[in-house]
């Protein structure tokens, strides 16, 4: 058994990793303020004897009792509604975040973990992106915030993997979906599966040419227990290679769901990537994963917790 400090642990990806850890055996100490976080995604074990969580900012001093095996660093705000209203704090959580998660690591002699981002590329012009592609990314631009801070993020990791012989581990993951996304999360998942429940039409934007690739949540957590039991030390790209476009996610969601909503066309948002697939090729040869679940299947299970969501908080489906 490890003892482990998962940072966003009431986030959509902590909560669910929480979940398997302690399924797994392990100690998990939670870590979140709750800005997207939210407390009923860790309810169903928030009293487990293995279980103990903390609100807290981890921009602020960070510290733990007793000895870690390992720190995961999830805390982030991963949804463009989040970190374009709240730059500033993305930029601390990547920066100041990962400073603070990796000077606990090396005070207790644990492994650490670093939950980067497919957005490390970009808007990229090579399709599927590889580890090894270096991005077309605009640090001035309406996305830097968030697109820098996890390249910063890496960066601190290699230099204290480097100079101080921290076991490290780095997750690039492209887009996820699934339970516990926030119903206002703002990417297109949760937000076309509310417009369809609600027969509002469906908001695409541009041409919805653009694409995108989409890994359920389940697989993407088994990736991150494959990647930390690895002795991979460089950037894993997780995620779904089956690259969809999103005018052909929308009219699947409304498929699904057997909504009447019709899809209506807004401009694209600056700098908008147009195209989005992970090369696994790594994953699959170094840490022995690849995902399992289809996009179909995927998305009736989420639907099927949207729509309890929406009746729950008795809004209209």
Not at 184 to 211: C, H, K, M, W
Request: net charge negative.
């Amino acid at each position: 058994m490890s003892r482990i400090l998962v940072t966003g642990g009431s986030g959509f990806l902590g909560s669910h990793l929480c979940e398997s850890l302690l399924e797994d055996g392990h100690e998990v100490i939670a870590m979140d303020n709750n800005v997207s976080g939210q407390t009923e995604n860790i309810e169903d074990f928030v009293y487990h004897d293995r279980f103990s969580f903390f609100e807290h900012d981890v921009t602020e001093f960070i510290h733990v009792s007793g000895d870690l095996d390992w720190v995961m660093h999830l805390a982030s705000l991963a949804s463009p509604m989040f970190y374009s209203g709240h730059p500033i704090k993305t930029l601390k959580v990547g920066a100041l975040g990962t400073h603070k998660t990796l000077g606990v690591a090396k005070n207790k002699g644990a492994g650490y973990f670093f939950s980067s981002t497919s957005e490390v590329y970009g808007d990229p012009e090579v399709n599927p992106q590889p580890e090894s592609y270096r991005g077309n990314v605009d640090s001035y631009g309406p996305r830097s915030c968030y697109d820098e801070s996890k390249r910063y993020g890496e960066s601190m990791v290699r230099s204290y993997r480097d100079q101080h012989d921290i076991n490290v581990r780095v997750a690039r993951i492209f887009n996820t979906y699934g339970p516990r996304m926030r119903l206002d999360d703002g990417r297109v998942i949760p937000t076309f599966i509310r417009q369809a429940l609600r027969g509002n039409e469906l908001t695409v934007y541009g041409d919805g040419s653009q694409t995108r690739s989409f890994c359920y949540v389940d697989d993407l957590i088994d990736g991150f227990i494959h990647l930390l039991n690895s002795p991979v030390q460089e950037p894993v790209n997780l995620g779904n290679p089956d690259e969809r476009s999103i005018l052909e996610l929308a009219e699947l969601v409304i498929e699904l769901t057997d909504s009447s909503s019709d899809i209506t066309f807004e401009p694209l948002p600056p700098q908008d990537p147009q195209v989005r697939r992970p090369d696994i090729s790594k994953a699959k040869t170094e840490i022995g994963w690849e995902p399992k679940i289809d996009l179909r299947e995927g998305l009736k299970r989420s639907i099927d917790h949207f729509r309890e969501q929406l009746e729950s908080t008795s809004e209209t489906v």
